[in-house]
């Protein structure tokens, strides 16, 4: 009997740890799909209010995880407005003053220019695959997709902004359909959804992302991929503080 036992607990922990190993291997086939070592995207972003609106056109470069640049190319008034993530730092040149100031992670959760994405968001300071431990919790079917229903919790020592991830991906495609982002009370402060999934940079991805705040009826924010080129070659000289005043 104590025999059983022992294999039973045995089977029982080893199921589990499968499972672990499981769901951040989705996570992070889903997130790889977005991202590569290297990139160049052009978006739009829609910042919609119940009395207002306005548009945000953009262009960014990566290297996956420690280097990323924004750049502001409309409307006029904020054309020229840089953001740079280099490893820990985050950066913002402002043009109109021509000044550069840095980020503290403080402001991480802050607004970026008025949007319900954070500079969190924008230079994705934080990894959903390194920073947090995974575990699958259910499935759900979420716009005619069967998908895996995963909870990310943040590891101890990692500093990230959001106390619970709960994520919808799905399973053929390992599409990241859905995201609640909670804060450290476990209250849910925001959703992010994506849809339009079409080829774009030769993959199949979600290129219409909808970020939903829950206490802000009838807003939210819009990112739409216009143009993006995977594995583009870009030398980490690009990320500096000197090339956000030449960056165009």
Same mark, same amino acid.
């Not at 230079?123 to 920073?131: A, H, P, Y």
């Given at each position: 009997?104590?025999?059983?036992?022992?294999?039973?607990?045995?089977?029982?922990?080893?199921?589990?740890?499968?499972?672990?190993?499981?769901?951040?291997?989705?996570?992070?086939?889903?997130?790889?799909?977005?991202?590569?070592?290297?990139?160049?995207?052009?978006?739009?972003?829609?910042?919609?209010?119940?009395?207002?609106?306005?548009?945000?056109?953009?262009?960014?470069?990566?290297?996956?995880?420690?280097?990323?640049?924004?750049?502001?190319?409309?409307?006029?008034?904020?054309?020229?407005?840089?953001?740079?993530?280099?490893?820990?730092?985050?950066?913002?040149?402002?043009?109109?003053?021509?000044?550069?100031?840095?980020?503290?992670?403080?402001?991480?959760?802050?607004?970026?220019?008025?949007?319900?994405?954070?500079?969190?968001?924008?230079?994705?300071?934080?990894?959903?695959?390194?920073?947090?431990?995974?575990?699958?919790?259910?499935?759900?079917?979420?716009?005619?997709?069967?998908?895996?229903?995963? $909870?990310? /919790? &943040?590891?101890? %020592?990692? +500093?990230?902004?959001?106390?619970? !991830?709960?994520?919808? =991906?799905?399973?053929?495609?390992?599409?990241?359909?859905?995201?609640?982002?909670?804060?450290?009370?476990?209250?849910?402060?925001?959703?992010?959804?994506?849809?339009?999934?079409?080829?774009?940079?030769?993959?199949?991805?979600?290129?219409?992302? $909808?970020? /939903? &705040?829950?206490? %802000?009826? +009838?807003?939210?924010?819009?990112? !739409?991929?216009?143009? =993006?080129?995977?594995?583009?070659?870009?030398?980490?000289?690009?990320?500096?503080?000197?090339?956000?005043?030449?960056?165009?």
């Amino acid at each position: 009997m104590k025999t059983l036992l022992n294999l039973l607990f045995i089977m029982i922990i080893t199921i589990n740890l499968y499972a672990q190993e499981s769901a951040r291997e989705i996570v992070k086939k889903s997130n790889n799909l977005i991202r590569s070592k290297s990139s160049y995207a052009e978006f739009t972003l829609k910042i919609i209010k119940p009395d207002w609106s306005r548009e945000i056109e953009m262009k960014a470069w990566a290297i996956e995880p420690d280097y990323s640049m924004i750049y502001v190319t409309a409307p006029a008034r904020d054309k020229g407005t840089v953001f740079l993530k280099r490893k820990q730092e985050v950066w913002n040149y402002i043009p109109t003053i021509q000044r550069t100031i840095k980020i503290p992670p403080s402001m991480m959760l802050q607004s970026w220019m008025g949007s319900d994405f954070t500079n969190d968001d924008l230079v994705r300071e934080s990894s959903i695959v390194e920073d947090y431990e995974h575990s699958i919790v259910g499935e759900e079917e979420f716009e005619g997709y069967s998908c895996y229903k995963i $909870e990310l /919790i &943040p590891k101890p %020592d990692a +500093g990230v902004v959001w106390g619970k !991830i709960i994520m919808l =991906v799905s399973k053929k495609e390992y599409l990241q359909l859905k995201m609640d982002y909670y804060d450290e009370d476990e209250t849910l402060v925001k959703t992010m959804q994506g849809s339009k999934i079409k080829e774009l940079g030769g993959r199949v991805i979600p290129t219409y992302w $909808e970020m /939903i &705040p829950v206490d %802000d009826p +009838g807003q939210k924010t819009v990112l !739409i991929y216009n143009d =993006v080129e995977f594995n583009k070659k870009i030398d980490t000289g690009f990320f500096s503080q000197q090339n956000m005043k030449r960056v165009r």
